[in-house]
C-alpha cells in the first residue's frame, strides 16, 4: 500500500497533464493507467495516429494533382502501407515515450493496471489497494456503436480499426459525417479507396456553422467523397471480406443498402466508466451517462473528481487538458479556471476547417444582434501560391461593441489561426483590436485582419 496527496486514473491529454501539474504544484502523484503505453486514445489510437496518416496521404495528394503544375515531374509515389502504418506507429511511439520521460522527470509514479475506487481514499489495481486523499477520474471516452451494427474492428471498425486496416480498402462506407468520419475518410479517399458517407443529418459536421458546413461538404466532394444525406444507418451484415450497410431515407423512410470492404462506425463516443466501482461509491451521473461534477470538477463525492471526456462539454483533448491543470490547481487550493466559451474545435481535413465561439445560429437563436466581416481565401496572395484559394475565414461581433464572439475558418492552417482568435477573445477583444494589429504579409493570417476589417470599414483585398 502507498499514499498519495492525489491519485489520477487514466493518462490521457486530461489525466497525463493534470498528474503533471500536480507534482509541479507539490502534491505526491501517482497516474493508473492500464495500456502499455501512457497518452489514452488521444496518442494510442486517435489525434495522433490520424494526424500521421492524414499528412502522408496529402503529401501524395500533393503529387498527383499539384506537383506537375509547380514544375516537380515524374511519377506520383506509389503508397508502400506497412510502410506508412509504421511511420504512424513511429510517431505514437515517440510521443507516448515523451511522457513517459515527462512523468519521470516530474517525479509522478505511473500505476500498471485498470483502477477501481472501492470508497472515497483508496484506488485498487489488482490486489493493491492505493490511499489518496484526492481522486481525479479521467478515463476518457469509447467509441459508441448503432443497435445492429457489430464492430469486428476488421470489416466493421471503429477509428482504431480503422487506423490498422491489413490493406487499403477498395470500397469505404463511413458512418457519420462527424469529425472522426471525414477525418478517416478523407484519408482513405486519398489513398485510393471509393468512399461514401452516410449520415443521418441534412448536413456534415453538426454544430459547425452553417456556412463552413456547406463549403466543406462541397470541398469533400470535390475530392472524391461521396454523400448520402438525410440517411439512419439500421444495420450492417458483414462476412469475412466484406459488409452491407443498410440504411432508410429520412425524407420517405425508403429502403437502401451498400456494400463496402470496410465499414468506419464514426457515430460519436460514450464516456468511460464502466469498472470504476461509481455505483457503489454512490457518485451522481447525468441523464446522458455522464459523471456530473461541480465548478471545481467534484463529484457528488467529496475528494472524488472527474475531468474530460467522461465528464459534460465537449469530447476534446484539449478541453480535458484544460480541466486537468484547472482541476490540479483547484485540489492544491489554487483557482483552477476553463473558459468554456473559448474553446477551439477543429478538423484536420485539407483544407483544415476550426471555429471557436458562437456560431451565427446560435446568435440568431439568442436573439443578439451581431455582424459578419468575411475574407475569402482568393484574396490571399500566400494561399493561393499554395493552391489553397478555395474557403473562407468568417468573424462575429456583437453590433453594437464590436467585440468578437465567435470565429469561423476553412482554408489553409485554420487550427492554427483560430488561436489568433482565441485569444483576442481571451481578452474580450473587438474586430477592431485584430484590424489594428500588423500582420506579416504574405501570410494565411491576413486573411483573419481582413476578416476583422470587414467588420469594420471594409477589407482591402475584396
Ligand atoms: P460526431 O458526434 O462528431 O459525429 C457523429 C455523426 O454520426 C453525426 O453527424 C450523427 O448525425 C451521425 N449519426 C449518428 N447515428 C447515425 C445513424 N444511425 N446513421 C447515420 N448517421 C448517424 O462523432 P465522431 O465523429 O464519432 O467523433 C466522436 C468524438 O470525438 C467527437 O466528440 C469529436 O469531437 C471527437 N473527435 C475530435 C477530433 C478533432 O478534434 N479533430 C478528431 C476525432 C474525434
Redesign the pocket.
Known amino acids: 500500500m502507498s499514499n498519495y496527496d492525489v491519485i489520477i486514473i487514466g493518462a490521457g491529454p486530461g489525466g497525463y497533464v493534470a498528474a503533471i501539474r500536480c507534482a509541479q504544484l507539490g502534491l505526491k502523484t501517482a497516474c493508473v493507467e492500464g495500456r502499455e503505453t501512457l497518452g489514452g486514445t488521444c496518442l494510442n489510437v486517435?489525434?495522433i495516429p490520424?494526424k500521421a496518416l492524414l499528412h502522408a496521404s496529402h503529401m501524395l495528394h500533393e503529387a498527383e494533382h499539384n506537383f506537375a503544375t509547380m514544375g516537380l515531374k515524374g511519377k506520383a509515389p506509389t503508397v508502400d502501407w506497412a510502410q506508412m502504418l509504421a511511420y504512424k506507429d513511429d510517431t505514437i511511439s515517440t510521443n507516448t515515450k515523451g511522457i513517459e520521460f515527462l512523468f519521470k522527470k516530474n517525479k509522478v509514479d505511473w500505476i500498471k493496471g485498470w483502477a477501481s475506487i472501492p470508497k472515497a481514499g483508496q484506488v485498487q489495481v489488482g490486489d493493491d489497494i492505493h490511499e489518496a486523499k484526492n481522486i481525479i477520474i479521467a478515463s476518457g471516452?469509447e467509441?459508441?456503436s448503432?443497435p445492429g451494427v457489430e464492430i469486428d474492428e476488421k470489416i466493421v471498425v471503429t477509428?482504431t480499426g480503422a487506423l490498422e486496416l491489413g490493406k487499403i480498402p477498395k470500397s469505404m462506407v463511413v458512418?457519420?459525417?462527424?469529425?472522426?468520419?471525414?477525418?478517416l475518410g478523407s484519408v482513405y479517399a486519398r489513398l485510393g479507396s471509393s468512399v461514401t458517407v452516410?449520415?443521418?443529418?441534412d448536413a456534415?459536421?453538426?454544430?459547425m456553422d452553417a456556412e463552413v458546413q456547406k463549403t466543406f461538404q462541397r470541398m469533400l466532394k470535390k475530392q472524391g467523397l461521396n454523400f448520402v444525406m438525410g440517411?439512419?444507418?439500421?444495420k450492417t451484415t458483414a462476412t469475412k471480406t466484406k459488409a452491407t450497410v443498410s440504411?432508410k431515407l429520412r425524407k420517405d423512410d425508403s429502403e437502401h443498402s451498400l456494400d463496402a470492404d470496410v465499414v468506419l462506425?464514426?457515430?460519436?463516443?460514450k464516456p468511460n466508466t464502466a469498472g470504476l466501482g461509481l455505483d457503489g461509491l454512490g457518485v451522481e451521473m447525468t441523464k446522458r451517462g455522464q459523471i456530473a461534477v461541480n465548478d471545481s470538477w467534484e463529484t457528488s463525492v467529496k475528494g472524488v473528481y472527474a475531468i474530460g471526456?467522461v465528464i459534460q462539454g465537449?469530447?476534446?483533448?484539449h478541453k480535458a487538458e484544460d480541466e486537468g491543470m484547472a482541476v490540479a490547481e483547484q485540489i492544491a487550493g489554487k483557482h483552477g479556471h476553463v473558459n468554456y466559451g473559448v474553446i477551439p474545435?477543429?478538423?484536420?481535413t485539407h483544407p483544415e476547417v476550426a471555429s471557436v465561439g458562437q456560431t451565427e445560429q446560435e446568435l440568431k437563436e439568442a436573439g443578439r444582434a451581431y455582424k459578419v466581416g468575411k475574407f475569402s481565401f482568393m484574396g490571399n496572395a500566400r494561399a493561393k501560391a499554395v493552391f489553397a484559394g478555395d474557403g473562407f475565414v468568417k468573424i462575429l461581433a456583437d453590433k453594437e461593441t464590436d467585440r468578437i464572439l465567435g470565429a469561423h475558418i476553412i482554408g489553409p492552417a485554420a487550427g492554427d489561426m483560430i488561436h489568433e482568435i482565441c485569444v483576442a477573445m481571451e481578452f474580450g477583444a473587438s474586430a477592431q483590436d485584430v484590424a489594428m494589429t500588423c500582420h506579416a504579409h504574405p501570410t494565411y493570417s491576413e486573411a483573419l485582419r481582413e476578416a476583422a476589417l470587414a467588420c469594420g470599414d471594409g477589407a482591402i483585398h475584396m
Open positions: 486517435g489525434c490520424s471516452s467509441p459508441a448503432l477509428s458512418i457519420g459525417a462527424g469529425v472522426i468520419g471525414l477525418e452516410v449520415e443521418y443529418l456534415v459536421t453538426p454544430g440517411a439512419a444507418v439500421q440504411y462506425v464514426a457515430t460519436g463516443r471526456d465537449p469530447m476534446l483533448a474545435g477543429v478538423i484536420y
